[in-house]
């Protein structure tokens, strides 16, 4: 059976929520997006941006699997995919990563999201220094 190596960087990062989603997801451990920003539009995203990388964590899923997430993320209108390159256990990657459509500014999430993001991150032992480093940016676009 094909499978997919997938990276998440937000709620997808969480295992019990993963594994109702994914039960077949097999949960490779911490891994980093290279090249790319973290940042908040109500959800997680990333931007390309050469000079930093992005924490997260690198699935391997089934075809199924990619379809729960397909329309859990509103492929494609809502977020869009790619295939890029991520650094896992000191090999580079290649792996799905979702990203918003063009346009969508940055905003503060909700609570119960972020508290779904934070806990994946945990789960994991990531640091969660992109995550406040974003919270700040999205509030600063309010002012």
């Known amino acids: ?36 920003r973290y940042r908040f539009s109500r959800h997680a995203d990333v931007l390309t941006d050469p000079n930093t990388n992005v924490e997260g964590v690198l699935w391997d899923i089934t075809k199924d699997c990619l379809e729960s997430l397909d329309i ?22 290649e792996a799905l990563v979702y990203f918003m459509q063009p346009g969508l500014n940055d905003a503060l999430p ?21 995550i406040e480093q974003a919270l700040v940016q999205a509030e600063l676009s309010y002012d």
């Open 72 to 93: 859990l993320e509103g492929y494609p209108s809502y977020y869009d995919r790619k295939v890029a390159t991520v650094m896992h256990r000191g090999v580079l990657k």
């Open 1 to 36: 059976m094909k499978t997919y190596l997938y990276f998440a960087y937000g709620m997808n990062t969480n295992v019990d929520s993963m594994g109702h989603r994914c039960p077949a997801a097999l949960d490779l451990g911490p891994a980093t997006l290279l090249n790319h």
């Open 110 to 130: 909700g609570q119960s999201y972020l508290d779904m993001v934070l806990t994946g991150f945990y789960e994991h032992g990531i640091s969660t220094v992109q």
